[in-house]
């Protein structure tokens, strides 16, 4: 997950801490998400999506590739 959405974002010209800080979490809490030690919240995501203007395919293989198959 982490590589494809930093990818998405540095696409869209934007960091990882500028995208937590558009989505209003701190840069740690992101970076906790990023590497698994938590789940991103259904509200992030969506916040995420609208922020690099991610596809519906995007959003999945992003944040749900490990859980569909």
């Keep these: ?7 998405a ?4 010209g ?3 801490p500028s995208l937590a800080a558009q989505i209003g979490i701190s840069k740690k809490r992101m ?10 919240k259904q509200n992030e ?3 995420i999506r ?3 203007d991610l ?10 590739s490990n859980y569909v198959s």
Excluded: K, P, W
């Design 50 to 52: 609208d922020c690099l």
């Design 9 to 12: 974002a540095i696409r869209r």
């Design 31 to 40: 970076y906790s998400r990023l590497h698994g030690q938590t789940s991103f």
């Design 14 to 16: 934007m960091s990882i």
């Design 55 to 64: 596809t519906d395919d995007e959003v999945i293989r992003i944040f749900f």
């Design 1 to 7: 997950m982490e590589n494809e959405l930093r990818a």
């Design 45 to 47: 995501i969506l916040l």
